[in-house]
């Protein structure tokens, strides 16, 4: 093999790994903050992030049938929707459901499991059972060619960016806006921060309802990578909560920097090691250091 | 007489003897050989539920890795099964006669070192109980003594369940694979798959299900179950009261690995084989569930919660074949919701009451008395047990010594109700 | 090779017989039909009555493997139809009995018990994957039950009471890689496959048949587990090794991500040459045409077959199901089981098991969408072996097809 060769090799094998982190980042960034802020254990939001991609499908084909025109255009506009719609129905499962379980979380665990059944059979009930292609715009697919033998991506970077804006917009929100006070001080102290006049009820909604959605955009996002079928949403949901438990629960700088490792160590020993292996020892990696370190890389500050 | 129904109503025999009643008499009489064996095979969830309440009800530790022990114990036995049905005879038509014949397609031409073992069938029945336990006891010790708890030992439990899934799936020519280990005929050279015995399996396992419930009834009622609930309450107290609080759950935590890897040896019996379907996370929820069905601090309730669950599973799956996961979501979303203490905590806060104000309204117009109120609800609870006469011969299984200790959670609110 | 196939002088025989075969078979049944009591027809306790005669459906309606039953419940809901409107077997009305495997192999080992003990049908149509019927097989075995599974699978299994109208191994591996070799001169291989016991069986042969029968070189061996959705360092790893030929039988939801993927990643039908065992149109509705232009599929069925036979085929599903329904390889032979089973009922005069197991090796199927199947002793069809070319509006175009009928060869010699 040539110099050139190894060295587009490890170019596009470091991608690989930055595109797996952007994968990982996107899907646990909703949940650190449904789990890791509110502590409310969603095993449904796998299924939100497949309400999003059902999203990115039904505009698609509405896109497709009437509007031909505006297939190169309607992907952005989608994404919203698809924030949107899971946001609204992460506002509804909030209030039917778990605004009555804060006080015990593992019992959110078995409601939302139960909430995650009747939703994958919803979306086989209306959608139908088969997977489902949305047809996504031309400058989406396919790869950007730098030089000969040089492949990165398109839609890679198109998640890598879609991520960064995210994390960013979330970060953001969460220390610098009036939101991320009132979430941040509804985590630290439920009762102080009622007594100190924050509508504790609303902010946990509003909480709850955006990490939906950002769910929703994660899901959106991976119609470009990934299959959309009425049970997608289990491939990745056992990943999430990796992710976020191994960064630390509380942490949002702790979910980044844990999706990082997650997908710099799976995808090196993939490329070294058979699939299943490598799966196997990214997985135990995670258990002997969450069994050294319980509480995750990056710890918050209060002990209980 | 007195203080023999207070005694009954608060080591909870009573309820007991009404399941062995229901599992022993009824429903052999009721059912015919196939829902039997359906019977037998949910009662062996049932073992992961009392384990999950020893573990969670009482030790307040929730595990979403039960699996990983029920298919433990489940793949020891089903390894013995395996090496007993590929005898070079029956395997002729193999590359290799006389290995299992996964390990065939997959080219292994001679058994593995760590199969030969499996041969014997004592190795293998400790084996069940074992290996389980001693991966239990790696796994929580490391973490109990690093105080890691709630979510977080949930969590982690959860990806030992995933790990132990893809390494079986990963090394099929050792595992089976996803397939699992299928086709096993004999035990020991009897045939476990005629309806005999089947039904035979059916009373060993409730039998085993009934000693396992009186055992951990019995540690309930014991220094040992206090203390667990004490640490479930307010684990710093008991830490600074100078007990080792870690060992406490790290017992916890192998009695119900112990008790899972049984229920997941007798199911290779029942069903004739054991696959990774059983391991993974799916299913690991789904045993959490019976418990929370039933009532995770009831150990009766959790049978309960498992049949209920199961039966629920199939007669939905029969009936309604488009709708029953949606059934099945509404029961787990309404026992959360609106029944917290699952069955049993149904029971306690409104079935109970209700036949005490019928019963004490009888009473008044002078009605012939027919028992306390805590013995009439309790039958109530299952719905066709005899009636309550059967409860007493269980009486004589117990030490005073049990009977002294002071009254935990059911028990003592029988007694005070039936004042 | 030779051995492989059909000497075609025997072949040219079925096919004569075969045009004439249908109005003779439905003329001659329906009267010999009625004259037939439940009692002669029915020794073993089975669910049949004067007017009626009781089968099981075991699919798994719910869980992950949904996305890829359904179709076979379509297709074999259809075919029961079709058989009913035609006045039914032996003059009896076929009734289905649905069960939901729900993905889970007990759940299957459950129900199947339930279908034969309980509700005594007399042929249960279902399965899927592999895991499933193992699951299910030693209870058929037990309670001598009678199992049509559709799916093309790994071989290395025949039994009493299974009928396989699927392709084993062999047929579907060993022409398409003939076909690499010779079309597309392919020598060096990369072999990807989902981590369990078909795609290793499979390329187990391919393996052996590519260094040992064609003097050609396996690059690449690699498994994942199901449902792995991230492919960015395999496709590197194929960057690497530059084979002439991708031999994928990746399944389910890891599918889609690997054709995006690799679609993303630069290669594509136009620079790179990629055959599979796992894409029907089933899938590609999954995967979207666009990611599979050019890749090349090896199955016995596609839609676009061109004969009379699938033409009604095509037109009835779609009436029964959408226009827009799709049929894959496998909803294919699912259609073929309650035919067969017709077919060998008649040939019996009895709904008895063991009678109708008997009267099955040779049973012929001249209106079979896929063109024409014939049961082998042991118990898998004759059937032809295609390839095809996926197009972008997700339709495949057939390209080569076996000149004769694959014999099927659960147990091969050599590839053990």
Redesign the interface.
Same mark, same amino acid.
């Given at each position: 093999m040539s110099f050139d060769e190894i060295y587009n090799i490890t170019l596009m094998q470091g991608f690989a790994g930055l595109s797996l982190f952007a994968v990982l980042l996107l899907m646990g960034l909703g949940l650190a903050i449904i789990f890791g802020q509110m502590g409310v254990i969603n095993m449904a939001h796998g299924e939100f992030m497949t309400i999003g991609a059902y999203t990115i499908f039904l505009l698609s084909t509405l896109t497709e049938s009437y509007a031909p025109g505006l297939m190169q255009a309607y992907f952005p506009f989608a994404i919203v929707c698809a924030f949107i719609v899971a946001f609204i129905f992460g506002w509804l499962a909030e209030w039917a459901l778990i605004r009555h379980l804060y006080k015990r979380p593992l019992d959110t665990l078995l409601a939302t499991w139960g909430l995650s059944l009747a939703m994958q059979q919803a979306f086989r009930t209306l959608i139908g059972p088969k997977e489902v292609s949305p047809t996504l715009p031309d400058w989406l697919m396919g790869s950007w060619e730098v030089t000969e033998g040089l492949d990165i991506p398109i839609n890679g970077m198109f998640v890598l960016a879609l991520t960064l804006l995210v994390t960013g917009g979330v970060l953001l929100a969460l220390y610098k806006s009036r939101w991320g006070l009132r979430v941040r001080a509804t985590v630290a102290n439920r009762a102080m921060a009622n007594a100190t006049g924050i509508n504790t009820t609303r902010t946990d909604r509003v909480t709850f309802a955006i990490g939906c959605g950002i769910a929703g955009v994660a899901g959106a996002a991976f119609t470009t990578i990934g299959s959309t079928g009425p049970t997608s949403g289990s491939l990745y949901i056992v990943d999430a909560f990796l992710v976020v438990t191994f960064g630390g629960a509380a942490s949002l700088w702790g979910t980044v920097v844990s999706a990082f490792g997650i997908a710099q160590t799976q995808s090196i020993s993939e490329f070294f090691l058979s699939g299943s292996m490598a799966k196997v020892l990214t997985l135990l990696l995670i258990v002997t250091i969450l069994m050294l370190r319980p509480q995750g890389l990056f710890a918050s500050k209060v002990r209980r | 007489m007195d203080a023999l129904k207070t005694w009954l109503d608060r080591s909870g025999l009573a309820s007991i003897a009404i399941l062995a009643v229901l599992l022993l008499v009824v429903f052999p009489l009721a059912m015919d050989s196939f829902r039997l064996n359906l019977v037998g095979k949910y009662l062996t969830y049932g073992f992961v539920a009392i384990g999950l309440v020893m573990l969670w009800g009482y030790g307040g530790v929730l595990s979403l890795g039960q699996g990983v022990f029920f298919g433990l114990g489940g793949y020891a036995m089903a390894m013995f099964l395996k090496l007993e049905a590929s005898d070079p005879q029956s395997t002729a038509i193999q590359s290799t006669p006389g290995i299992p014949d996964f390990m065939d397609w997959n080219q292994l031409t001679a058994l593995p070192l760590w199969w030969e073992p499996f041969n014997s069938f004592g190795f293998t029945l400790s084996a069940v109980v074992a290996v389980p336990v001693l991966l239990a006891f790696v796994i929580s010790y490391a973490m109990f003594k690093r105080r890691v708890g709630g979510v977080y030992f949930a969590i982690i439990t959860q990806a030992v369940a995933l790990i132990l899934t893809v390494l079986i799936i990963g090394q099929q020519g050792y595992t089976g694979g996803v397939n699992g280990m299928t086709d096993l005929k004999t035990l020991l050279g009897w045939d476990i798959r005629s309806d005999e015995a089947k039904t035979v399996l059916y009373f060993v396992t409730t039998a085993l299900l009934l000693a396992a419930v009186l055992l951990c009834r019995w540690i309930q009622l014991s220094k040992l179950g206090t203390l667990l609930l004490a640490m479930r309450d307010k684990e710093d107290r008991v830490r600074f009261s100078g007990y080792d609080v870690s060992m406490f759950k790290v017992f916890a935590f192998c009695l119900a690995a112990a008790l899972s890897a049984i229920g997941g040896a007798l199911f290779t019996l029942q069903v004739g084989f054991m696959s990774p379907t059983l391991i993974g996370i799916v299913p690991s929820i789904e045993m959490v569930i019976f418990a929370a069905v039933g009532g995770r601090m009831s150990l009766v309730g959790a049978v309960y919660g498992a049949l209920l669950v199961n039966f629920g599973k199939t007669y939905f799956s029969e009936t309604f074949p488009d709708l029953w996961l949606f059934l099945m979501a509404a029961l787990f979303i309404g026992v959360v919701m609106a029944f917290p203490n699952g069955l049993a905590g149904l029971y306690e806060s409104h079935v109970k009451p209700w036949l005490a104000r019928r019963k004490g309204g009888a009473a008044e117009a002078g009605g012939p008395p027919a028992g306390t109120p805590g013995e009439a609800g309790q039958q109530a609870a299952a719905p066709i047990a005899s009636p309550g006469p059967s409860a007493s011969p269980a009486a004589p299984h117990s030490t005073p010594a049990v009977a002294a200790d002071p009254g935990l959670g059911l028990g003592t609110k029988v007694s005070s109700q039936s004042a | 090779m030779s051995d492989q196939h059909l000497p075609s002088s025997q072949r040219r025989k079925f096919m004569l017989g075969a045009a004439a075969l249908p109005l003779a078979l439905a003329m001659s049944r329906i009267g010999h039909a009625a004259a037939l009591p439940t009692a002669q027809v029915n020794t073993t306790g089975l669910a049949v009555t004067d007017t009626e005669v009781v089968v099981g459906q075991l699919h798994s309606?719910?869980? /992950?493997m949904? #996305?890829s039953e /359904?179709?076979s419940i379509q297709a074999e809901q259809l075919a029961i139809d079709q058989i009913n409107a035609m006045g039914g077997i032996l003059g009896r009305k076929i009734r289905v009995i =649905?069960? %939901?495997g729900?993905s %889970?192999?007990?759940?299957f080992?459950?129900k199947s !018990?339930?279908l034969l003990?309980?509700d005594k049908v007399a042929t249960v149509f279902g399965c899927w994957?592999?895991?499933s019927r193992?699951?299910v097989?030693?209870?058929f075995e =037990?309670e001598n039950g009678l199992l049509y599974y559709p799916t093309f699978y790994?071989g290395?299994e025949q039994s009493k009471n299974v009928i396989y109208t699927g392709q084993e191994a062999t047929q579907q591996i060993l022409y398409g890689l003939d076909w690499a070799k010779q079309e597309k001169s392919a020598k060096t291989f990369f072999l990807i496959g989902s %981590?369990? #016991?078909w795609p !290793?069986?499979s390329m187990?042969i391919a393996r052996k048949h590519v260094e040992a029968f064609q003097g050609g070189k396996i690059v690449g061996e *690699?498994?994942?587990?199901?449902?792995?959705?991230?492919f960015?360092?395999? #496709?590197?790893?194929i960057?690497?090794a530059k084979p002439d030929c991708i031999f994928a039988a990746v399944v389910g939801?890891s599918?889609?991500?690997f054709y =995006?993927?690799l679609?993303?990643?630069?290669i594509?039908g136009a620079k790179q040459f990629l055959l599979t065992l796992s894409v029907t149109e %089933? *899938?590609m509705?999954?995967?979207?045409g666009?990611?599979f232009a050019g890749f090349y599929s090896s199955m016995k069925y596609f839609q676009s077959l061109d004969n009379a036979n699938n033409k009604a085929f095509v037109e009835a599903f779609k009436k029964a199901y959408g226009p827009k329904a799709v049929i894959g390889d496998v909803t294919q032979a699912a259609y073929l089981g309650p035919w067969l089973w017709k077919a060998a009922v008649e040939k019996a005069g009895s709904f008895d098991v063991d009678k109708v197991v008997a009267a099955s090796p040779g049973i012929e199927l001249p209106t079979a969408p896929e063109g024409y199947v014939k049961i082998h002793e042991n118990h898998h069809l004759y059937s032809k072996a295609r390839i095809a070319e996926g197009q972008p509006d997700g339709s495949f175009k057939v390209v080569a097809e076996s000149p004769e009928l694959m014999v099927p060869d659960p147990?091969p010699k050599g590839y053990?």
């Open positions: - | - | 309606a719910t869980g /992950t949904a #996305i /359904t179709g =649905k069960e %939901d729900a %889970d192999w007990p759940t080992a459950e !018990r339930k003990v309980n994957t592999s895991a193992k699951a097989l030693p209870i =037990k790994e290395l %981590d369990y #016991i !290793r069986t187990k *690699e498994y994942y587990p199901l449902g792995h959705t991230n960015n360092s395999l #496709i590197n790893k960057k690497i939801g599918n889609v991500a =995006k993927q679609k993303a990643a630069g594509t %089933d *899938e509705l999954g995967v979207g666009e990611n147990f053990q």
